[in-house]
């Protein structure tokens, strides 16, 4: 039997479980998730991918390995920004030059929201149930996000944890993921 608990609770566990390894682990554990990604998704040229910038102070996914190999295979990547308190997605370079916003998360300087597709977009988390039930910093950007006007194929987490609590405090505005990548594999939100 699965225990729920809050996403509070989950909150401060994984927080917890996050800050406590070292800059190799965390770096360590990203490659095995860049390993596992490229393992299970078919990734080729033009492809447009919207992935978050890792806030390193938080010990988040390194997706800056993600980002040079979407830019080796001539993927277009896409990153968040904040712009009147909703979350767009703007196309970055390898020149691209960032800013640090007021939440200490790095942001390309550029505003252009491009209004494209999206392949793929990899969600930052502290958790994630076997349902796809997201726990992030509670801010909704994310949910707002996927609720929004662009068409996304994948919403898909990145974790160095699998799923093992459930969440408890499920709202109606939460939007599923579609899967999850962690070190050990993959886990599909979407299998009926």
Excluded at 79 to 95: A, C, H, L, R, T
């Amino acid at each position: 039997m699965n225990i729920s608990l809050t996403k509070n609770e989950l909150r401060a566990i994984y927080k917890a479980k996050r800050m406590a390894l070292s800059r190799d682990q965390v770096d360590a554990l990203s490659e095995k998730l860049l390993k596992n990604f490229v393992l299970q998704f078919n990734i080729i040229e033009n492809q447009c991918i919207n992935v978050f910038l890792p806030i390193e102070r938080l010990n988040e996914v390194n997706t800056k390995i993600f980002i040079d190999y979407f830019f080796d295979k001539k993927v277009r990547v896409f990153v968040p920004k904040i712009q009147d308190g909703k979350m767009i997605s703007i196309e970055i370079f390898p020149d691209s030059e960032f800013q640090i916003n007021r939440w200490g998360i790095k942001e390309p300087f550029c505003d252009n929201n491009v209004n494209v597709e999206l392949d793929y977009v990899l969600t930052p988390l502290l958790y994630c149930d076997r349902f796809g039930n997201r726990v992030g910093y509670g801010k909704g950007f994310y949910d707002s996000f996927f609720s929004g006007d662009l068409i996304i194929h994948k919403k898909i987490g990145l974790n160095f944890y699998s799923p093992i609590e459930d969440v408890a405090d499920i709202f109606e505005n939460d939007v599923c993921l579609d899967g999850l990548i962690t070190p050990s594999g993959f886990v599909n939100f979407n299998i009926k």
